[in-house]
């Protein structure tokens, strides 16, 4: 589903306009990409939580040339489904 077809979902479930939909779309993803920019975890009972995790550095290698090469390490934006999404989906 893409992101216009999951406006159009939010669109005519609520009876709003495309346009507010889009609206309350795009702030639900903006509060939440805010949140895990501030390192909070957030969770949204039962579908699941959003949280953001560490990764460390670590050693790689080239696979065209075979050559080591270090990877940084990095914070990385993770999803983990809740129990309601993961009873759905079963």
Same mark, same amino acid.
């Given at each position: ?29 903006? %509060? ?5 920019? =501030?390192?909070?975890? $957030?969770?949204?009972?039962?579908? @699941?939580?959003?949280? &953001?995790? +560490? ?11 075979? %050559? ?5 390490? =990095?914070?990385?934006? $993770?999803?983990?489904?809740?129990? @309601?999404?993961?009873? &759905?989906? +079963?």
């Amino acid at each position: 589903m893409t992101k216009a077809e999951f406006t159009e979902k939010i669109a005519s479930r609520l009876s709003l306009r495309r346009r507010e939909a889009a609206g309350v779309l795009e702030a639900v993803l903006a %509060e939440i990409s805010e949140a895990l920019q =501030r390192g909070e975890k $957030v969770q949204l009972i039962p579908f @699941g939580s959003f949280e &953001v995790r +560490e990764r460390k550095g670590r050693e790689g290698r080239n696979p065209r040339t075979g %050559e080591k090469i270090d990877i940084k390490g =990095r914070r990385v934006a $993770v999803f983990q489904a809740g129990k @309601g999404l993961r009873d &759905v989906v +079963e």
